[in-house]
T-cell receptor, first 114, second 114 residues
Framework: AQTVTQSQPEMSVQEAETVTLSCTYD???????LFWYKQPPSRQMILVIR??????QNATENRFSVNFQKAAKSFSLKISDSQLGDAAMYFC???????????FGGGTRLMVKP | SAVISQKPSRDICQRGTSLTIQCQVDSQVTMMFWYRQQPGQSLTLIATANQGSEATYESGFVIDKFPISRPNLTFSTLTVSNMSPEDSSIYLC???????????FGEGSRLTVL
């Protein structure tokens, strides 16, 4: 079974600084998808960024980028120029090629200090 | 993106009672997913609901405890039956997005069982 591990229960960052959230996963599949989801205090989860395992290039979405290390099964999220609105729970998630079930990590609570 | 409305947004329930959560989507979708998020924890998939067929439950979740209805392509309900304090959680409805593994979530229903 696939597992997703987020080793940082909480992180904090100063506004305008950069922070990296860690995620590792375990799978025997070669084709899969990885995601970072954000859950603000209002609770609605939204997708931040996604990465297809077959792509070597790291995904980027504005201030959000990932460092995908397939051999190491590592998928970290970098947030640049952190803003107060980035404060939320961040969940790393995995799905196999069939895409029929997401496995979530335990989450990292990000606090942004003004 | 799909707009997902859940009702109730929160409720306080007595032990032994049952509560039905409604999920309405603004577009037709094949599959709807129900997740549970226990306090301070990650998301766990309860079941997948396809229109016109029985819901598929994940390990540890049974139909008698979490009966699900899916009468049409835009609506689903999840009932939490014979509630105990351990059922206090946020219950989230979600649907597939356009990309593999992408999900759109409702804002969740926070249940507190006394």
């Amino acid at each position: 079974a696939q597992t997703v591990t987020q080793s940082q229960p909480e992180m904090s960052v100063q506004e305008a600084e950069t922070v990296t959230l860690s995620c590792t996963y375990d799978t025997s599949e070669s084709d899969y998808y990885l995601f970072w989801y954000k859950q603000p205090p209002s609770r609605q989860m939204i997708l931040v960024i996604r990465q297809e395992a077959y792509k070597q290039q790291n995904a980027t979405e504005n201030r959000f980028s990932v460092n995908f290390q397939k051999a190491a099964k590592s998928f970290s999220l970098k947030i640049s120029d952190s803003q107060l609105g980035d404060a939320a729970m961040y969940f790393c998630a995995y799905t196999g090629n069939a895409g029929n079930m997401l496995t979530f990590g335990g989450g990292t609570r990000l606090m942004v200090k003004p | 993106s799909a707009v997902i409305s859940q009702k109730p947004s929160r409720d306080i329930c007595q032990r032994g009672t049952s509560l039905t959560i409604q999920c309405q989507v603004d577009s037709q979708v094949t599959m709807m997913f129900w997740y549970r998020q226990q306090p301070g924890q990650s998301l766990t998939l309860i079941a997948t609901a396809n229109q016109g067929s029985e819901a598929t439950y994940e390990s540890g979740f049974v139909i008698d405890k979490f009966p699900i209805s899916r009468p049409n392509l835009t609506f689903s309900t999840l009932t939490v039956s014979n509630m105990s304090p351990e059922d206090s959680s946020i219950y989230l409805c979600s649907v597939d997005g356009p990309y593999t593994g992408e999900l759109f979530f409702g804002e969740g229903s926070r249940l507190t069982v006394l």
